[in-house]
């Protein structure tokens, strides 16, 4: 199946209650694990790429991964640009074979955001591509940037009406709560996303879909396993999957991950050096690494997105 926008993908999940995995991708294993794992679950799924991504391993040879991942399967996937930063970097991807891009114009003024967000929505449209924005401040760490707690911003309810109509915008992303990053809240605190809030937008804009970033539980197996095997990550908690479940089952459609990737390919590279210190194939820890991440899509897809058997 060809690449798909993720417009038949949101109707579906709002309709049926559940949420598309958004997984970034940096490299082959990633795009495998991910891939094998909702071709396995039978779900819909996005592959997501930030600047970050672009600078690591150039862009042409993500699209030509993400094509390659498509071919072997006959779910529906889609290609994201993660946190376009401008309109330039929005165009590219498009022009690339995007088939849904993010502008995150949320640090600038409402007008300014509005006016990018437009710009962004024309292009895309004109071109068969979908479009997400974003409305409030997440915390945490994105793309080199760090936003103190006390800095983040939920979203107003009284403002995605206006927003979405003046823009145009296919999805929107929203903060309820949730923050980038593998160090979100120190252990004994109880965090809750804001589902008022999401109830309230929701009330507001009947059917359309909405995104939550910054959405990593940091599963303490996967940090046990790196600290026992030579790591030495501080303790910190992440968004409870309880909290995400809700989530899912309410107007959101779009649910990005990033950091748990990243913790299950470390735990099981950490792992495989501490318990074969000879090994120097990459194609040993990497498969290991990679065998990990599936595991983990799989749990989040079945677990917290509800996504299985949706395809
Ligand atoms: O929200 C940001 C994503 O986790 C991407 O991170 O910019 O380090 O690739 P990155
Ligand atoms: P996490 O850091 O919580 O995985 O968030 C990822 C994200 O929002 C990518 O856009
Ligand atoms: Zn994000």
Not at 72 to 82: E, G, N, Q, R
Not at 272 to 282: K, Q, R, S, T
Request: charged residues 25%.
């Amino acid at each position: 199946m060809p690449l798909v926008t993720t417009t038949e993908m949101f109707k579906k999940a709002y309709a049926g209650k559940y949420a598309v995995g958004a997984f970034n991708v940096n490299d082959m294993e990633m795009v495998q694990a991910i891939v094998e794992a909702a071709n396995e679950c039978h779900s819909p799924v996005i592959l997501q790429v930030s600047a970050g991504a672009r600078k690591y391993a150039n862009p042409v040879y993500l699209r030509h991964l993400v094509m390659a991942a498509v071919e072997t399967t006959d779910i529906p996937v889609a290609m994201h640009l993660d946190h376009g930063a401008d309109f330039e970097i929005c165009k590219a991807s498009i022009d690339d074979g995007f088939t849904s891009v993010m502008i995150d114009a949320s640090s600038k003024p409402w007008e300014e955001n509005i006016a990018l967000t437009r710009k962004v929505v024309e292009y895309a449209h004109d071109h068969g591509v979908v479009v997400e924005a974003e409305l409030g401040k997440l915390a945490g760490v994105e793309d080199d940037v760090k936003v103190e707690a006390h800095d983040a911003m939920f979203t107003s309810p009284d403002e995605v009406e206006e927003f979405t109509q003046r823009t145009g915008i296919d999805s929107l992303a929203i903060a309820i709560g949730t923050s980038h990053g593998a160090y979100k809240f120190k252990p004994g605190q109880d965090p809750k996303l804001r589902i008022d809030i999401l109830e309230e937008i929701g009330r507001r804009l009947p059917g359309f879909p909405i995104v939550l970033h910054g959405a990593s539980s940091v599963p303490q197996d996967q940090v046990a396993i790196i600290n026992e095997f030579g790591g030495n990550m501080p303790n910190a908690i992440g968004i409870p999957e309880s909290e995400l479940r809700k989530a899912a089952q309410l107007a959101v459609c779009k649910i990005n991950i990033d950091s748990d990737l990243r913790l299950a390919f470390t735990a099981a590279i950490r792992k495989h050096f501490v318990e074969h210190p000879d090994h120097f194939d990459p194609r040993q820890y990497l498969g290991d690494a990679r065998t990990n991440m599936k595991a983990l899509v799989k749990h989040k897809i079945i677990n917290v997105l509800g996504s299985e058997n949706k395809a």
